[in-house]
């Protein structure tokens, strides 16, 4: 199957948004079996892309575009599209409604200008998105030649083409008797670069082929994403089992779980099996710990408290870390991160506790202690363990990677206990 991609967006152009969804549409496209033959980004005027897509249709018949389906003026994909398969717009009563009832969960009355979202092209298959008001389309004519509409917002955009896009696709070219499926699992790491978490794992995409392997770093972790493409159901799924298991035993000890596994989620629940409590003590982090944790469900059967001792003065009232420690050592060392982890284990009187002191910058970094600087300590019963980290990226994400470290130790020492 040959194909084209547009992407629509003046900001596109302009740099000031990067098409991330060109690179993740041509990877998973490509992975899917399609031969992407060209891929264009026009501006949101609709003699741009009336030209773009006309072309595409004109060269191989098949054209998937991305943006122009929001509710303002520059946002023309729609019509421009529909105008050239000769279909007037309709309004879709079923999908109006669905548009109503999110802006009510959200409770904030609907815009009028939304109601143009629910206007499809005469017999357009619409594509559900459960992530916005936009629904992704798709058209098809008498001549077999088929357009793909889906919304820029990227999140929107990669759920309609796993959900629903990719599906399609390998039903269409699919010849044999039995259904093929596109499906993914994701083994979930943390605590690990990503080039090193490559070393571990070797030549396994050769292991685990026809399966594909992608590497999704993020401030959590590196995520690894193993699809079958175009598979019959049952064996999909067999060989994505055995791939998965096979990653999990050679991440080792950074793997934490999978698919949309929490890692808070899985120190709670590691909590729990030893009937610990929890308490918490952040610097840097300002109280992300103790978010992530109760984010959770149920978390206050394990969770007792956190203290926020940003300033030394609570590190010492608070926490009883001892002022001579402070002095000695600084308000980023280990002494002061362990004493902290001590101090919330005796102030909430609990088995388990996490401590936090760091750098998040932009300022306040020295030489020995450049910004990003973390110290981290988690405590189970009387033992304890501390690391130092350096983190990447500006203040939020070293926030996020401390918040997401210091659960991370803790779980390791826990599953040591």
Sequence with gaps: MKLEIVTIGTELLLGYTVDSNAAELGRALAAAGAEITRRVTVGDRPEAIRAAVTEALERTGFVLTTGGLGPTRDD??????????????????????????????LGRPMPAVNRTQAEVPEGATILPNPRGTAPGLWIEDARGRVAVLLPGVPREMRGLLVEEVLPRLVRRDSTGARPRVVLSRTVRTTGVPESALAERLGSIEVEIAPLTLAYLPSTDGVDLRVTAWSLEQGDAEMRLATAAARLQ???????????????????????????????????????????????????????????????????????KVPLDTLQAHGSVSEETVRAMAEGAQRLFSTEASIAVTGIAGPGGGTPEKPVGTVWLAARVQTDTRTVKRVLPGDREEVRRRGAQAALDLLRRLLARA
């Excluded at 421009?80 to 009510?104: M, W, Y």
């Excluded at 596994?261 to 918490?280: E, F, T």
């Design 249 to 319: 035993q050679l991440a080792g000890e950074h793997w934490y779980g999978d698919d949309g596994a929490d890692l808070a989620a899985v120190v709670l629940q590691a909590l729990r099996r030893k009937r610990h409590r929890l308490g918490i003590a952040e610097s840097c982090t300002g109280g992300m710990v103790a978010e992530r944790i109760t984010n959770i469900p149920g978390a206050s059967d394990t969770f007792i408290g956190g203290v926020v001792a940003y300033a030394d003065v609570i590190k010492t009232a608070a926490l």
């Design 76 to 105: 023309m994909t729609k019509t421009v599209v529909a105008e050239l398969f000769g279909k007037r717009l309709v309004l879709d009563e079923g999908l109006l409604a669905g548009i109503e009832a999110r802006f009510q969960r």
